[in-house]
Protein backbone atom coordinates (compact mmCIF):
# COMPACT_ATOMS: atom_id res chain seq x y z
CA UNK A 1 0.00 0.00 0.00
CA UNK A 2 1.15 3.37 -0.79
CA UNK A 3 1.81 5.88 2.23
CA UNK A 4 0.19 8.52 0.55
CA UNK A 5 -2.77 7.98 -2.09
CA UNK A 6 -4.84 10.28 -4.26
CA UNK A 7 -7.54 10.14 -6.84
CA UNK A 8 -5.32 11.04 -9.86
CA UNK A 9 -8.70 12.10 -12.00
CA UNK A 10 -8.53 14.29 -13.61
CA UNK A 11 -11.57 16.34 -12.21
CA UNK A 12 -12.96 18.31 -14.89
CA UNK A 13 -14.79 21.21 -13.50
CA UNK A 14 -16.79 24.66 -14.77
CA UNK A 15 -15.69 27.80 -14.05
CA UNK A 16 -16.96 29.17 -11.09
CA UNK A 17 -17.84 25.69 -9.75
CA UNK A 18 -16.41 24.54 -6.26
CA UNK A 19 -14.21 21.19 -6.53
CA UNK A 20 -13.07 19.29 -3.70
CA UNK A 21 -10.99 16.00 -3.22
CA UNK A 22 -9.02 14.07 -0.91
CA UNK A 23 -6.00 12.39 0.26
CA UNK A 24 -5.09 9.04 2.52
CA UNK A 25 -1.91 8.45 4.01
CA UNK A 26 -1.63 5.44 5.87
CA UNK A 27 1.39 6.34 8.40
CA UNK A 28 -0.57 7.62 11.53
CA UNK A 29 2.19 8.96 13.09
CA UNK A 30 2.49 11.44 10.56
CA UNK A 31 2.81 14.75 11.67
CA UNK A 32 2.77 17.70 8.44
CA UNK A 33 0.34 18.05 5.65
CA UNK A 34 0.71 19.67 2.71
CA UNK A 35 -1.10 20.82 -0.56
CA UNK A 36 1.02 21.61 -3.29
CA UNK A 37 0.74 22.85 -6.53
CA UNK A 38 2.25 21.43 -10.11
CA UNK A 39 1.96 22.36 -13.67
CA UNK A 40 2.60 20.13 -16.08
CA UNK A 41 6.42 19.81 -16.56
CA UNK A 42 7.14 21.94 -13.78
CA UNK A 43 8.25 21.41 -10.20
CA UNK A 44 5.90 21.43 -7.15
CA UNK A 45 5.20 24.64 -5.68
CA UNK A 46 3.48 25.11 -2.08
CA UNK A 47 -0.23 25.68 -1.87
CA UNK A 48 -0.49 25.49 1.12
CA UNK A 49 -0.34 23.48 4.74
CA UNK A 50 -2.78 21.84 6.69
CA UNK A 51 -3.20 22.24 10.09
CA UNK A 52 -5.16 20.22 12.75
CA UNK A 53 -8.11 22.88 12.68
CA UNK A 54 -8.34 23.42 8.99
CA UNK A 55 -7.20 25.94 7.41
CA UNK A 56 -8.26 28.94 4.55
CA UNK A 57 -6.24 30.83 1.91
CA UNK A 58 -8.59 33.02 -0.26
CA UNK A 59 -10.88 29.94 -2.43
CA UNK A 60 -8.78 27.07 -1.07
CA UNK A 61 -10.00 25.38 2.16
CA UNK A 62 -7.58 22.50 3.78
CA UNK A 63 -9.20 20.22 6.41
CA UNK A 64 -7.26 17.23 8.30
CA UNK A 65 -9.26 14.43 9.88
CA UNK A 66 -6.47 12.39 11.80
CA UNK A 67 -8.77 9.40 12.75
CA UNK A 68 -9.72 8.40 9.31
CA UNK A 69 -6.35 9.74 8.23
CA UNK A 70 -7.11 12.29 5.40
CA UNK A 71 -6.44 15.72 4.36
CA UNK A 72 -8.75 17.36 2.03
CA UNK A 73 -8.56 20.35 -0.02
CA UNK A 74 -11.67 22.51 -1.53
CA UNK A 75 -11.38 24.93 -4.29
CA UNK A 76 -14.18 27.39 -4.46
CA UNK A 77 -15.01 29.78 -7.45
CA UNK A 78 -12.38 28.18 -9.84
CA UNK A 79 -10.80 29.85 -11.98
CA UNK A 80 -8.77 28.71 -15.21
CA UNK A 81 -5.50 29.06 -13.64
CA UNK A 82 -6.25 26.56 -11.17
CA UNK A 83 -5.94 23.58 -13.97
CA UNK A 84 -3.34 21.99 -12.36
CA UNK A 85 -2.16 18.76 -10.19
CA UNK A 86 -2.47 19.18 -6.71
CA UNK A 87 -0.41 17.01 -4.62
CA UNK A 88 -1.02 15.77 -1.42
CA UNK A 89 2.32 15.62 1.06
CA UNK A 90 3.00 14.32 3.97
CA UNK A 91 5.55 14.19 6.69
CA UNK A 92 6.44 11.23 8.62
CA UNK A 93 6.79 11.75 12.46
CA UNK A 94 10.16 13.29 13.05
CA UNK A 95 12.55 10.18 13.68
CA UNK A 96 15.99 10.98 13.03
CA UNK A 97 16.01 8.99 9.64
CA UNK A 98 12.82 10.60 8.75
CA UNK A 99 12.62 14.13 9.69
CA UNK A 100 11.64 16.01 6.91
CA UNK A 101 11.29 13.75 4.34
CA UNK A 102 8.26 14.67 2.13
CA UNK A 103 6.37 11.94 1.08
CA UNK A 104 4.27 12.97 -2.12
CA UNK A 105 1.26 11.69 -3.54
CA UNK A 106 1.10 11.14 -7.55
CA UNK A 107 -1.17 13.94 -7.81
CA UNK A 108 -5.09 14.69 -8.46
CA UNK A 109 -5.65 16.47 -11.88
CA UNK A 110 -7.76 19.08 -12.09
CA UNK A 111 -8.99 20.86 -15.62
CA UNK A 112 -10.96 23.63 -15.60
CA UNK A 113 -13.03 24.62 -18.27
CA UNK A 114 -14.76 27.97 -19.63
CA UNK B 1 13.16 35.07 -1.70
CA UNK B 2 14.06 31.36 -1.32
CA UNK B 3 14.89 30.78 -4.79
CA UNK B 4 16.48 27.18 -5.90
CA UNK B 5 18.15 27.42 -9.78
CA UNK B 6 19.12 23.66 -11.28
CA UNK B 7 20.73 23.47 -14.14
CA UNK B 8 20.55 21.72 -16.87
CA UNK B 9 17.05 22.70 -17.35
CA UNK B 10 17.10 19.55 -19.75
CA UNK B 11 19.51 17.38 -21.37
CA UNK B 12 20.17 14.81 -24.02
CA UNK B 13 22.38 12.00 -23.63
CA UNK B 14 23.93 8.89 -24.89
CA UNK B 15 23.74 5.72 -23.09
CA UNK B 16 27.01 5.44 -21.05
CA UNK B 17 27.52 8.85 -20.95
CA UNK B 18 27.83 10.88 -17.10
CA UNK B 19 25.54 13.41 -16.89
CA UNK B 20 25.85 16.30 -14.21
CA UNK B 21 23.19 18.17 -12.60
CA UNK B 22 24.04 21.45 -10.01
CA UNK B 23 21.30 22.53 -7.64
CA UNK B 24 21.80 25.67 -6.21
CA UNK B 25 20.17 27.84 -3.47
CA UNK B 26 20.10 31.69 -4.32
CA UNK B 27 19.18 33.64 -1.61
CA UNK B 28 19.62 31.29 1.40
CA UNK B 29 21.62 28.78 2.56
CA UNK B 30 20.52 24.81 3.09
CA UNK B 31 22.55 22.51 4.80
CA UNK B 32 19.90 20.13 3.39
CA UNK B 33 19.28 19.19 -0.08
CA UNK B 34 16.94 16.81 -1.40
CA UNK B 35 16.95 15.34 -4.67
CA UNK B 36 13.69 13.41 -6.27
CA UNK B 37 12.90 11.27 -9.45
CA UNK B 38 9.51 11.91 -11.01
CA UNK B 39 8.09 9.77 -13.95
CA UNK B 40 5.15 10.98 -16.02
CA UNK B 41 2.18 10.65 -13.92
CA UNK B 42 3.59 9.09 -11.04
CA UNK B 43 4.36 10.85 -7.43
CA UNK B 44 7.94 12.23 -6.80
CA UNK B 45 10.22 10.03 -5.11
CA UNK B 46 12.76 10.79 -3.24
CA UNK B 47 16.05 9.80 -4.28
CA UNK B 48 18.76 10.91 -1.46
CA UNK B 49 18.94 13.37 1.12
CA UNK B 50 22.13 15.49 0.83
CA UNK B 51 23.81 17.69 3.98
CA UNK B 52 26.56 20.16 3.38
CA UNK B 53 30.09 18.18 4.10
CA UNK B 54 28.86 14.90 4.14
CA UNK B 55 27.92 11.73 2.86
CA UNK B 56 24.23 11.51 1.05
CA UNK B 57 21.92 9.08 2.60
CA UNK B 58 20.01 6.98 0.16
CA UNK B 59 16.48 5.86 0.00
CA UNK B 60 16.29 1.93 -0.25
CA UNK B 61 16.63 0.99 -3.99
CA UNK B 62 18.73 4.23 -4.83
CA UNK B 63 21.95 2.96 -5.84
CA UNK B 64 24.83 5.79 -4.55
CA UNK B 65 27.03 4.56 -7.17
CA UNK B 66 24.98 5.53 -9.67
CA UNK B 67 23.53 8.58 -8.33
CA UNK B 68 26.48 10.22 -7.14
CA UNK B 69 25.64 13.44 -4.61
CA UNK B 70 28.37 15.94 -3.24
CA UNK B 71 26.86 18.90 -1.37
CA UNK B 72 30.27 20.95 -0.93
CA UNK B 73 28.78 24.15 0.66
CA UNK B 74 25.63 25.72 1.57
CA UNK B 75 24.59 26.56 -2.25
CA UNK B 76 25.58 24.11 -4.10
CA UNK B 77 24.59 20.25 -4.34
CA UNK B 78 25.14 18.23 -7.61
CA UNK B 79 23.17 14.91 -8.62
CA UNK B 80 25.78 12.80 -11.22
CA UNK B 81 24.14 10.19 -12.95
CA UNK B 82 26.67 7.73 -14.28
CA UNK B 83 26.34 5.36 -17.27
CA UNK B 84 23.35 6.67 -17.93
CA UNK B 85 20.55 4.59 -19.41
CA UNK B 86 17.13 4.78 -21.20
CA UNK B 87 15.26 3.49 -18.01
CA UNK B 88 17.15 6.91 -16.53
CA UNK B 89 15.21 8.76 -18.27
CA UNK B 90 13.17 11.02 -16.04
CA UNK B 91 12.53 14.40 -14.46
CA UNK B 92 14.74 14.97 -11.63
CA UNK B 93 14.26 18.18 -8.77
CA UNK B 94 15.60 18.94 -5.82
CA UNK B 95 14.81 20.76 -3.06
CA UNK B 96 16.51 22.36 -0.62
CA UNK B 97 15.67 23.67 3.28
CA UNK B 98 16.40 26.96 4.55
CA UNK B 99 18.54 26.11 7.79
CA UNK B 100 17.86 29.44 9.69
CA UNK B 101 14.26 27.81 9.49
CA UNK B 102 15.44 24.39 9.99
CA UNK B 103 13.97 23.82 13.43
CA UNK B 104 10.68 25.58 12.84
CA UNK B 105 9.84 24.75 9.36
CA UNK B 106 9.76 21.83 7.22
CA UNK B 107 8.75 23.41 3.98
CA UNK B 108 11.41 23.00 1.21
CA UNK B 109 11.68 25.31 -1.72
CA UNK B 110 11.98 23.36 -5.43
CA UNK B 111 14.05 24.33 -7.95
CA UNK B 112 12.69 24.09 -11.74
CA UNK B 113 13.86 20.58 -12.79
CA UNK B 114 15.93 18.97 -14.90
CA UNK B 115 14.42 16.62 -17.65
CA UNK B 116 16.59 13.93 -18.35
CA UNK B 117 16.50 12.22 -21.82
CA UNK B 118 18.86 9.26 -22.45
CA UNK B 119 19.02 7.67 -25.92
Known amino acids: RKEVEQDPGPFNVPEGATVAFNCTYS??????FFWYRQDCRKEPKLLMS???SGNEDGRFTAQLNRASQYISLLIRDSKLSDSATYLC???????????????FGAGTQVVVTP | GAVVSQHPSWVICKSGTSVKIECRSL??????MFWYRQFPKQSLMLMAT?????????EQGVEKDKFLINHASLTLSTLTVTSAHPEDSSFYIC???????????????FGPGTRLTVT
Open chain 2, 95 to 109: SARDHRRQGGSYEQY
Open chain 1, 50 to 52: VYS
Open chain 1, 89 to 103: VVIRGATTDSWGKLQ
Open chain 2, 50 to 58: SNEGSKATY
Open chain 1, 27 to 32: NSASQS
Open chain 2, 27 to 32: DFQATT
